[in-house]
């Protein structure tokens, strides 16, 4: 909207030809997204402990520290969609098609968490929508969005799967892009609903992923830098910078509520929607394969949970104390932050090797 708005009338005040830069306009989403959060964040959670009573359930089989949990609200989430959606909205070019797509698909997943955290406290079960029905609808809208994507790729990248590290490497999936770019956007989304099972655990590496696919996405949008860096130029991919500005300014907000001890839980509303944005992200910039490592900490979360139940079903015994694998380390005797803090470090020790792919070719 500031860009609309404001850009036309640099010619006469120069000081609003700051709108023109990408830079700019994603210092502004950051802040506004934190001011948001800050501004509606005590309000929101006071509203939700008025209308959940006793917080979100918690697992039986969980460790017993978490039992004084109880009373907590969820769906925190909403203050990060809320913060993320105005701030995007406030700084973006409303011509940009990637950015509109990117924000979908966040409050569509965010939809979809909603539902789930809704029926979880009224029912007072933790199962909530069933998982095949949430995987339909996730699934669907990966779909819908993906197929846009390809609409507005580039001819020669539509379809293709970039390598990292090793120059002009590209492979040509064809039509299984789809569903490949689909597992993706999915998987991502579950990937982080599966890390969210502590204190501000994954709402630090959702920010650093963010930060780092601002810094992708910057670059593979800019004709000058991805030639120097030989990267696959994707016009107009820069905009999405805008919007994971706002995206880090509202994890960095409910984090001031989110942290050990919590006020409220960012919920399904929350995780399905950060994880989705990160996914989609990836498959615009046409990094994919560097989301594996960046996303490295999601990554091991999820495979700790599907070892578990291989693992299980196959030799009857249980590979992790217990999964997912933040929990694991805390049956070890890990006590929470010490969890949380150093997966933190592991998670900016991932996306510093991720960003490093970027020049090394």
């Known amino acids: 909207m500031f860009y609309e708005i404001f850009l036309p009338l640099a010619d006469q005040f120069i000081g609003f030809n700051l709108f023109r830069y990408i830079t700019f306009r994603t210092g502004g989403a950051f802040l506004t997204a934190l001011v948001v959060c800050f501004a509606m964040g005590p309000a929101l959670i006071r509203w939700l402990k008025s209308q959940q009573g006793e917080g979100q359930p918690i697992r039986a089989d969980g460790p017993e520290s978490h039992h004084k949990k109880k009373g907590t609200p969820t769906m925190g989430g909403l203050m990060m969609l809320l913060a993320i959606s105005i701030s995007t909205l406030l700084w973006m070019d409303w011509h940009n098609a990637y950015a509109w797509i990117v924000l979908c698909v966040t409050v569509g997943f965010g939809l979809v968490g909603f539902a789930d955290d809704y029926l979880k406290l009224t029912r007072k079960n933790p199962k909530g929508v069933s998982g095949k ?185 249980r590979m992790f104390k217990m999964a997912p694998l933040h929990h694991h380390f805390e049956k070890c005797g890990w006590p929470e932050t010490t969890v949380v803090v150093r997966f933190w470090i592991i998670a900016c020790v991932l996306a510093l090797i991720g960003l490093s792919t970027l020049k090394l070719r």
């Open 133 to 317: 029905m949430r995987l339909a609808v996730q699934f669907s809208l990966a779909a819908g969005a993906v197929w846009l994507v390809m609409q507005l790729s580039p001819p020669n990248l539509s379809t293709q799967l970039a390598l990292p590290v090793f120059k002009d490497a590209l492979i040509n999936l064809g039509w299984f892009f789809v569903p490949f770019a689909m597992l993706v956007v999915v998987g991502s989304s579950n990937a982080v609903n599966l890390t969210d099972g502590l204190d501000g655990l994954a709402t630090v590496p959702v920010m650093i992923c963010a930060l780092s696919f601002g810094v992708i996405a910057y670059v593979v949008g800019n004709s000058i830098f991805a030639g120097y860096l030989q990267l696959h130029y994707v016009p107009k991919a820069g905009e999405l910078a805008v919007f994971c500005g706002a995206l880090a300014g509202a994890c960095l907000g409910f984090l001031w509520y989110n942290a050990p001890p919590a006020q409220v839980f960012m919920g399904d509303t929350g995780s399905l929607s950060l994880g989705s944005s990160i996914g989609m992200m990836a498959v615009i910039t046409k990094h994919e394969l560097v989301l594996l490592i960046i996303g490295g900490l999601f990554v091991a979360e999820t495979l700790s949970v599907i070892l578990q139940v291989l693992s299980f079903k196959l030799t009857g015994k």
